[in-house]
């Protein structure tokens, strides 16, 4: 696999911030290939022919760990302030996309290296933003950005954009400026993904915003692992009545499932007060909990997956419904079913006594996770 742009037209984020330190703070540049987190309209209110038409926030994994702030005129919102970026949507695109490399061809010989990879948990790198000023090139951008090619989530490669420096660091896209979809099998991609495998594995410094990789279980693992099938479960915890340590449970093979007693300390995602969507990822028509559970036992801790029926029956509200309350109403605190759910979450936090469940190993791609397999019950 050969490079599709000669590197003496190709710049990334590092090169812009070298140059700043340069004292160039206003330049032209060739060619960039990163991946779309986000895609941000200029107000309507606001808009006029002297105006930007919109922003597009963009990473490729070099620079410093740090998400710019939005070009002068965008509102910077206290949602925005907040929100993970890169999204957790970015995340999950860039560590499946790896996923696939490493599952065709095992490392990077393809594109002249022999590093192994593996799909990254969170990222590095600098978020900064595009100006679009076109009014045609935006247009582009919206009816291309309803189908698969121009959106959040998607690599591009943007050509002859100017860099200025202010307030925030921004690529301006002028008349001469071309933006064009990238597929995710091109050198400049894989590449990107490898320079980021890189200084993963050199102790760089993780962007503070980034979003965290979800764990979920494929539903083949699910539904081809005898450990969490019910009739197993059954079978297999009427034999192990025994009370068991989480020292055991770490140290059982995972074809055990053990009954543990232990203390619950917190949890790693913990919502706004009154809410739960923060627990809950949509996919499409597919909603599910994300919850993890800090488990301690003495002197040992250990992190428990909570999956999506357990979390349902510990919440008393589903995924789905959190997330359609939620959207009914501006405040989910207004949510009676919300509040309910949240206010058992607290309760169980607060929980101050030894509580009991069964608790099973999962090993998935040569990692090993503790799973939650029941509500936990004090005693």
Not at 85 to 113: A, N
Not at 214 to 227: D, F, Y
Not at 272 to 298: C, M, P, W
Request: net charge negative; glycine share 6%.
């Amino acid at each position: 696999m050969r490079p599709n742009v000669h590197p003496k037209y190709s710049f990334t984020n590092a090169d812009i911030e070298q140059r700043e330190s340069n004292g160039e703070h206003e330049s032209d540049h060739g060619d960039l290939t990163a991946i779309i987190c986000d895609i941000i309209p200029y107000p309507s209110d606001k808009i006029s022919p002297k105006s930007p038409k919109g922003l597009l926030r963009v990473w490729d994994g070099t620079g410093i760990p740090r998400s710019e702030t939005l070009s002068s005129g965008f509102p910077v919102t206290p949602e925005w302030l907040t929100q993970e970026e890169p999204s957790r949507h970015t995340v999950t695109v860039i560590s499946t996309i790896v996923s696939k490399i490493v599952e065709r061809h095992g490392d990077f010989k393809h594109i002249g290296t022999n590093d192994d990879i593996e799909a990254p948990q969170c990222l590095c790198g600098r978020v900064v933003n595009v100006v679009i000023w076109e009014a045609k090139q935006w247009s582009f951008i919206n009816k291309a950005g309803s189908s698969t090619y121009v959106q959040a989530g998607k690599f591009i490669r943007i050509q002859n954009a100017a860099v200025k420096s202010d307030d925030a660091l921004s690529l301006h896209a002028h008349s001469n400026t071309m933006i064009t979809p990238v597929p995710d099998s091109t050198f400049e991609v894989q590449s990107l993904l490898r320079n980021h495998h890189l200084r993963v594995q050199g102790n760089h410094p993780f962007n503070a915003r980034s979003a965290l990789l979800p764990l979920v279980l494929p539903n083949r693992v699910i539904k081809g692992n005898p450990l969490i099938s019910n009739d197993f479960a059954r079978q297999h915890l009427a034999s192990e009545s025994e009370t068991r340590t989480l020292l055991d449970c770490i140290l059982s093979p995972p074809t055990l499932r053990c009954k543990v007693r232990f203390y619950i300390q917190d949890i790693r995602n913990k919502p706004d007060v009154g809410s739960l969507s923060e627990l809950v990822i949509s996919n499409k028509h597919t909603f599910y909990y994300q919850l993890f559970v800090q488990a301690r036992d003495g002197d040992i801790d250990l992190d428990l997956l909570v999956p999506d029926r357990v979390a349902e029956n510990m919440l008393g509200i589903t995924a789905r419904e959190v997330v359609k309350e939620s959207g009914e109403s501006p405040d989910s605190n207004n949510s009676s079913a919300i509040r309910a759910g949240y206010e058992r979450l607290v309760t169980l936090l607060q929980t101050n006594e030894a509580v009991e469940a069964p608790i099973w190993t999962v090993v998935w791609n040569e990692r090993t996770y503790f799973v939650l397999g029941d509500e936990p019950v004090a005693i």
